[in-house]
């Protein structure tokens, strides 16, 4: 069964830190993109960051540059993003993904949401960054 979960969110004062991870389960990410959305209430879905499992390469968006980092286990086929320097308004509920088929990390926030089949497509965690 293709699985997809999310953890460690939670409650966190501006300036803090979270490590999120993201447990996949019934495939391997092989040489595809995978990566991190979040949304927020009444906000479009934006697209956090992405890492390449080919290469590495990393994506970010802009409000979180400097600030966030993402990385990935293969072997463990693990995800992860570390947040540091929280602000309010990173609070969302922030979900991981590996679109089967999105080979590079080029256009990740445009990614369908589905894209691939819904299953590679986790439940989010949320995250409250409080001022």
């Known amino acids: 069964e293709v699985q997809l979960q999310a953890s460690g969110g939670g409650l966190v004062q501006a300036g803090g830190s979270l490590r999120l991870s993201c447990a996949a389960s019934g495939f391997t990410f092989d040489d595809y993109a995978i990566g991190w959305f979040r949304q927020a209430p009444g906000k479009e879905r934006e697209g956090v960051s992405c890492?390449?499992?080919?290469?590495?390469?990393?994506d970010y968006a802009d409000s979180v540059k400097g600030r966030f980092t993402i990385s990935s286990d293969n072997d463990k086929n693990m995800l992860y993003l570390q947040m540091n320097s929280l602000k309010p308004e990173d609070t969302a509920v922030y979900y991981c993904?590996?679109?089967?088929?999105?080979?590079?990390?080029?256009?990740?926030?445009?990614?369908?949401?589905?894209?691939?089949?819904?299953?590679?497509w986790g439940k989010g965690t949320l995250v409250t960054v409080s001022s």
């Open positions: 890492i390449s499992s080919s290469d590495g390469s990393t």
């Open positions: 993904a590996a679109p089967r088929g999105f080979l590079s990390c080029g256009g990740w926030g445009a990614v369908p949401y589905g894209y691939g089949g819904t299953d590679y």
